[in-house]
C-alpha cells in the first residue's frame, strides 16, 4: 500500500499578475526537469496545503500549485469580482504559459476535477495526461442532490439544522435563500447561515468522522463560503451538461478515474457518466473510500496513478 512522499519545500513561489484585480499564488516544487503537473484543489474556496505536493515523486515531477483566485495565499483574498470560471481557466493556461511548459499532467479532485475537465476541453493539446478524483460534474442534478432532493434524507437533522439558517422567503429556493443570507447586510445571521453551510459540508463529505464545532465563523470563513455560494449560484459559470457533452476533443488523453464508493459529497454516479462520456479511461471505484482525499485506500490509489503516469512518460 503506498503513502505520500516525503514532506518538501517549494524551490520557487509567486504571485501571478492577472492584468487585473487578482494576484494568484503560484509555487513550485520537485524536479524542475520533471513532469510538469498542475495540482487543482477543490471548493471553490478552498487552497492548496504542504500536503497536496507529497502525491507526486519529487524526482520524477515538476509539481506546480496554484490557489485559484481569492483562495488560499491569493489575493485579494475572497474576492468575488473577476473571479468566474473562465477566469481561472485563463490563470492555468497563463501559468503554463509563464513557464514555458509544452504540455502538463492535469491532477483534481472534486472541483478541482471539474477544472481539469474543462481546461482539457479549451486546450486538449496542453494535456499530457489527467488524474480525476472525486468527479464533480457542475449539473444541476448535483445541486438538487446536495440541496434537498437526495442527501438530506442520510443526515435528516443536520439536514434541518441547515433550513434553520434559510429565510422563509426563500421558499423552495434554498440556493437563493442562502446566497441572500450569507450576504446579508446583517451580519450575525450571515455568520450564522455560514457556519451552518459548512457543517452540513463537512457532515456530508466526512460522515461518521464529522467533528461539529463552536468555534465561531471567522472572517475568512464568511469569505470562503461566499465565495462558494457564488459559484453554485452562478451555475459554475457553465452551462448545464456541458462537460459530458464536450468529452469528444478527451479521447487521445491518458486519464484516470477514481472514485470513492461511499462519496455522497459527489455520487459515484458522476464518475461512471463520465467514465462512459471517456470510456478509454482507466475507472477505478473504492468500496471503502469517501470524498476527500486521505485514508489509506484513497492516498495508495492517488499515488499509484502519478507513480504509473510517470512510467508512461
Known amino acids: 500500500m503506498k503513502t505520500l512522499y516525503p514532506e518538501i519545500l517549494p524551490f520557487h513561489t509567486s504571485l501571478m499578475e492577472t492584468g487585473g484585480l487578482h494576484r494568484v499564488y503560484v509555487e513550485q516544487s520537485g524536479n524542475p526537469a520533471g513532469i510538469p503537473v498542475i495540482f487543482l484543489h477543490g471548493g471553490p474556496c478552498s487552497g492548496t496545503k504542504p500536503d497536496h505536493r507529497r502525491f507526486f515523486d519529487p524526482e520524477r515531477y515538476h509539481i506546480?500549485?496554484?490557489?485559484?483566485?481569492g483562495c488560499g495565499q491569493s489575493l485579494p483574498f475572497g474576492?468575488?469580482?473577476?473571479?468566474?470560471?473562465?477566469?481561472?481557466?485563463?490563470?492555468m493556461e497563463r501559468i503554463r504559459q509563464q513557464l514555458r511548459i509544452e504540455q502538463w499532467l492535469l491532477f483534481g479532485g472534486s472541483w478541482g476535477g471539474t477544472l481539469a475537465l474543462l481546461y482539457a476541453q479549451q486546450h486538449p493539446k496542453r494535456v499530457l495526461a489527467m488524474i480525476?478524483?472525486?468527479?464533480?460534474?457542475?449539473?444541476?442534478a448535483d445541486m438538487d442532490w446536495f440541496l434537498g432532493k437526495g442527501v438530506n434524507l442520510i443526515y435528516p437533522?443536520?439536514?434541518?439544522d441547515f433550513l434553520s439558517c434559510i429565510p422563509a422567503s426563500a421558499g423552495t429556493d434554498l440556493l437563493q435563500g442562502l446566497y441572500d443570507a450569507v450576504f446579508s447586510d446583517d451580519d450575525e445571521a450571515a455568520r450564522r447561515a455560514a457556519k451552518q453551510w459548512q457543517a452540513w459540508g463537512g457532515q456530508v463529505a466526512l460522515g461518521n468522522d464529522y467533528q461539529d464545532s463552536d468555534e465561531?465563523?471567522?472572517?475568512?470563513?464568511?469569505?470562503?463560503?461566499r465565495m462558494e455560494v457564488h459559484y453554485a449560484k452562478n451555475a459554475?459559470?457553465?452551462?448545464e451538461n456541458q462537460i459530458l457533452e464536450n468529452?469528444?476533443?478527451?479521447?487521445?488523453?491518458?486519464?484516470?478515474?477514481i472514485h470513492g464508493q461511499n462519496d455522497l459529497t459527489c455520487p459515484l454516479e458522476a464518475g461512471w457518466r463520465l467514465h462512459q462520456a471517456l470510456p478509454q479511461a482507466r475507472y477505478i471505484v473504492l468500496p471503502n473510500a469517501g470524498h476527500v482525499a486521505?485514508?489509506?485506500?484513497?492516498?495508495?490509489?492517488?499515488?499509484?496513478?502519478?507513480?504509473e503516469m510517470a512510467r508512461l512518460f
Open 236 to 239: 459554475y459559470f457553465i452551462a
Open 79 to 91: 474576492e468575488i469580482q473577476g473571479n468566474t470560471t473562465q477566469d481561472l481557466l485563463d490563470d
Open 294 to 307: 486521505r485514508g489509506e485506500e484513497m492516498i495508495d490509489a492517488l499515488v499509484s496513478a502519478t507513480d
Open 216 to 225: 465561531a465563523v471567522s472572517d475568512q470563513a464568511l469569505k470562503q463560503v
Open 247 to 257: 468529452c469528444a476533443a478527451l479521447q487521445d488523453i491518458p486519464t484516470i478515474i
Open 157 to 160: 437533522q443536520q439536514w434541518q
Open 132 to 140: 480525476l478524483r472525486g468527479v464533480f460534474l457542475a449539473r444541476q
Open 64 to 69: 506546480i500549485l496554484m490557489d485559484q483566485r
